[in-house]
């Protein structure tokens, strides 16, 4: 995935939050990690490719992850439940979509996989040992952690 290709992500996360949980979202500061330095208890993986490829992760603790999923299907609950992550998975879908929709707008041609929650180890297996752009996204409900794994192809 190239670098400019971080920059519709971090936009749609951002409208889409702010859509979906009406809460106002500000951004942190980019920097570049090692993958065990992505903390989180809900991990959500979006595979990118077509002409560049990559990861787009988003994490956050659970408790986020609860009151998000809460406001998106109205329960009232006080752990992730089938439903909560089902929520969740669609936030990821629809950030993706957005960010697929600005990046052909600007020509470029990338196909977007469905969304997949992992747990900690099934992230490392998939992006152990790679430097990550990572922006922090804080908003009332908890911080999120947009990841952006690039690959060349």
Partial sequence: ????????????????????IQSDVSRGKISLVSS???YGDVTIIIKVEGD???DIIL???EETAVSISNIMTGE?????TPLGKDAISELANMLAG??????TDLGYKLQIAPPSMVDRNGLIKQIGGLEIFQVPLFTEMGEITMNAVLRVN
Avoid: C, K, W
């Fill in 1 to 20: 995935m190239r670098f400019e290709y971080i920059e519709p992500f971090v936009s749609s996360t951002i409208r889409v939050l702010d859509q979906v």
């Fill in 36 to 38: 065990d330095e992505i």
């Fill in 52 to 54: 560049s490829g990559g």
């Fill in 59 to 61: 994490n956050m603790d």
């Fill in 76 to 80: 009232d609950a006080v752990e992730l």
């Fill in 98 to 103: 957005n960010a697929t929709s600005a990046l």
